[in-house]
């Protein structure tokens, strides 16, 4: 009897090995390879879908495709958070949140990836849209925020748009459509 109690012990220890192993093997970390294959697949996809909806107006791109290529990105910023790449993750995620008009998470991602990666080589680019999402959510407080940081930071901004933020950071009172009145006025005057 002693036997066959140790038998099943060992039997049992040996089954939880076994399925120890396969759940390690199975929760192996995927390489970067795959997960810019995989995201690749998708952003083609995407590029397909945007051609497409050049031919044809009428048509609409899939959500579920937008959104997939969103979790393929974060998947890679997620495995490697400090991997250059994952800069130009996050950067796609909050262009991805801001055609779908969620502003309130590409801004997020905006911040998340200035903070990840403060010298970031779009910096300029990404600090810009930020302003600019932040003045179609009527946020002057954010608006602020990003214009300001960008002029502070990006001194190599060509003068046309270190002009326009400038003017946009000094007339911040002014709704957007307040301002384009106020511009057409001081046209019409010359």
């Known amino acids: 009897m002693k036997k066959i109690i140790a038998f099943t012990l060992l039997a049992f220890v040996l089954i939880q090995c076994k399925n120890a192993s396969e759940n390690?093997?199975?929760?192996?970390?995927p390489s970067q390879d795959e997960l810019k294959?995989?995201?690749?697949?998708m952003d083609d996809s995407l590029s397909v879908l945007y051609q497409n909806?050049?031919?044809?107006p009428q048509k609409?791109?899939?959500?579920?495709?937008?959104?997939e290529t969103?979790?393929?990105?974060?998947?890679?910023?997620?495995e490697y958070p400090t991997d250059k790449y994952s800069a130009t993750c996050l950067d796609k995620v909050q262009q991805l949140y801001?055609?779908?008009?969620?502003?309130?998470?590409?801004?997020?991602?905006?911040?998340?990836?200035?903070?990840k990666f403060p010298n970031y080589k779009d910096k300029a680019n990404l600090?810009?849209?930020?302003g600019s999402t932040?003045?179609?959510?009527?946020?002057?407080?954010?608006?602020?925020?990003?214009?300001?940081?960008?002029?502070?930071?990006?001194?190599?901004?060509?003068?046309?748009?270190?002009?326009?933020?400038?003017?946009r950071l000094k007339h911040i009172d002014k709704t957007f459509d307040e301002l384009i009145e106020m511009q057409m006025k001081s046209i019409s005057k010359k």
């Open 53 to 56: 909806l050049m031919k044809d």
């Open 127 to 130: 600090l810009l849209n930020a």
């Open 70 to 78: 969103i979790n393929r990105y974060l998947a890679f910023y997620k």
């Open 37 to 41: 294959k995989s995201i690749k697949v």
């Open 134 to 167: 932040a003045e179609l959510l009527e946020d002057k407080d954010l608006l602020k925020k990003y214009y300001s940081r960008l002029l502070k930071e990006c001194k190599d901004l060509n003068s046309e748009t270190r002009e326009m933020v400038e003017f």
């Open 98 to 115: 801001l055609q779908e008009k969620i502003y309130e998470s590409s801004l997020a991602y905006t911040d998340t990836l200035l903070i």
């Open 24 to 29: 390690e093997n199975t929760n192996l970390r």
């Open 60 to 67: 609409q791109i899939p959500s579920l495709a937008i959104y």
